[in-house]
């Protein structure tokens, strides 16, 4: 078991790019995925020069297409609420099929939408070392990659505990989203 999660996690640094915090395994069940209509849109973060357009795609879950001044990248999100707070899980979408070696991650957003505002802010990476060093996340399991991602290997249902619990400083600034349509 221990060689299968070093295994999971060495290909997981060739996934993605470095200093992020992913998981392996999704924020959501299947009993946990929600739908809201109100997040479909196009949005603008005019203080970043960014923008996303989010889309219904299949079985209640989003594409969602990110654009800052570098790149456009697409992924699929699926909205979960975990006590009172709702999270979004990106993982990015890939048009061929990789093999075995490459693992899909997992991105974690909490998510706030009023009104025409949407405010997202994803795990800060700063904290999580931090606390990986010191300890203190009790029983998830993380390590730091060779790309210096934090990767996140507990089962889906460790995370949304710890979820429940999770401190403000866990999670970095928010981007806000002002709808644009």
């Not at 929600?34 to 879950?61: H, I, K, M, P």
Request: with cysteine.
């Amino acid at each position: 078991m221990r060689c299968a999660v070093l295994s999971a996690l060495l290909l997981a640094s060739v996934a993605s790019s470095g200093c992020l915090v992913l998981s392996l395994q999704p924020v959501y069940d299947d009993a946990s995925v929600a739908f809201d209509e109100a997040l479909v849109g196009q949005w603008e973060n005019a203080d970043d020069q960014t923008s996303a357009t989010v889309e219904q795609a299949q079985w209640r879950s989003y594409k969602i297409t990110y654009t800052d001044r570098f790149s456009t990248r697409t992924f699929q999100g699926t909205l979960t609420k975990v006590g009172a707070a709702r999270y979004l899980d990106l993982t990015e979408v890939r048009g061929t099929d990789f093999g075995p070696y490459l693992v899909p991650v997992h991105g974690v957003f909490r998510v706030t939408l009023e009104g025409d505002t949407l405010t997202a802010a994803d795990l800060d990476y700063e904290w999580w070392t931090a606390a990986l060093k010191a300890k203190t996340l009790g029983r998830l399991s993380v390590a730091i990659d060779d790309r210096r991602n934090v990767v996140i290997a507990s089962a889906t249902t460790d995370i949304r505990r710890w979820l429940t619990r999770a401190p403000a400083e866990a999670f970095g600034a928010a981007m806000t989203f002002i709808r644009k349509r």
